[in-house]
């Protein structure tokens, strides 16, 4: 059959992609996580110590874990199987163990590697857990979402989790160049389209040896400028799952930089969440939240603004309302800062969970009736705006409660005049009490 391949110019097995054929056989040469692999690191020394312990490997896609997998069944001994938690059902599970089980008894240990484990149900998950417990298999998990949200709590407190980084820039330049000498020939590339291949990948190894194979298989003989890179190549999305970690670390990215008055950084994490698909109304509401968690009497337009800036997106659209979400971080993030309403509103409801039976005084109680009146409801009440300084200084709390000050403003931005009138009322409030 080989002679008829031959015959027809083909070769009996298709040529594999060149990320596999780069694939490293040993543990040193994994590029990009040395904080796992270097010398005296975790995974280091348990290779080293000829025992493996379950684990789950938390990283991006093309970072290295399904190579580490492998390499770490061949450098311990053990006999590598690999099952995929998208196409295997819980008959593959069973077999799997079953096969483990009977190298076990053949004193043949086995390293299960479960590729994208989190796509296991929560009863799947336990199915992992006599058999690892027992030690017919030791289980190295793969997911790219956040054990502590996809993975059971069982399964976590038997497997060590280990996060491995995206590729920074001197990593991926290591897999060009061992891309380069594997072909013999330097990538058709310019310096600075070479750099532009770099971020195209966004820490993915795999992906850029991709966009390499990609270039050798189609590029021209002439380096090639960032302008003609990115012509021929197509930059993909950023990673963006919507209802997913990544969902909330964006947005909390966005929150924590307007708060920290970093216009700059709000606008980046702003264009990521947008860019990556996210609903300019969810981030409007966000907003919205900051205004008056962050923000409050601080600086009361900052509400007005992000309102309106959900009002003009909801009128105009994308791209172009998307300009008013943007002017409306700015403008939060270089706002004055305030908690004071924020944390006066939460000592309030404390107060009113504690002392929810009392009712108002009776000064200021309604008394529409003459039986009312008679009882006493509004009798020596005191409109404000009718006395000399505006300011009355009577009691509003209920008969029988200590005056609480829930509302303590710092005095930044529009709050400095608040403050300078409560403490003047205060001190008008002291004097009165004193007479």
Known sequence: MSDLFEAAGLTPKAPSPLADRLRPQKLEEVVGQDHLLGPGAPIRRMVEGGRLTSMILWGPPGTGKTTIARLL????????????????????????FEQARARRMAGQATLLFVDEIHRFNRAQQD????????GTVTLVGATTENPSFELNG????????????????????????????????????????REALLAMADGDGRYLLTLAETLYAIGPSEPMTTAELGALLQKRSPAYDKDREEHYNL???????????????????????????????????????????????????????????????????????????????????TAPKSVGVYNAW?????????????????HIRNAPTKLMKQLGYGAGYQYDPDTETGFSGQNYFPDGMARQTFYKPKGEGHEAKIKDRLDRWAAARARKDAE
């Open 346 to 362: 939460k000592a309030a409801n404390r107060a009113a969970r504690e002392t929810g039976s009392l009712g108002p005084p009776a």
């Open 73 to 96: 069944a061949k450098e311990a001994g053990y006999e590598f199987q690999q099952i995929s938690a998208v196409f295997s059902g819980v008959a593959d599970l069973k077999k799997a």
């Open 127 to 134: 199915g992992f857990l006599p058999y690892v417990e027992e």
């Open 251 to 333: 947005i909390s990215a966005l929150h924590k930089s307007v708060r920290g008055s970093d216009p700059d950084a709000a606008l980046y994490w702003l264009a990521r969440m947008l860019q990556g698909g996210e609903d300019p109304l969810y981030v409007a509401r966000r907003v919205v939240r900051m205004a008056v968690e962050d923000i409050g009497e601080a600086d009361p337009l900052s509400i007005l603004i992000a309102n309106a800036a959900k009002d003009t997106y909801d009128f105009l659209g994308s791209p172009e309302g998307e300009l008013a979400l943007a002017q409306a971080v700015v403008h939060l993030a």
């Open 154 to 193: 069982a399964l976590l407190s038997r497997a060590q989790v280990y996060v491995l980084r995206r590729l920074d820039e001197a990593a991926l330049n290591l897999l060009l160049d061992r891309a380069e000498a594997f072909e013999g020939r330097p990538l058709p590339l310019q310096p600075e389209a």
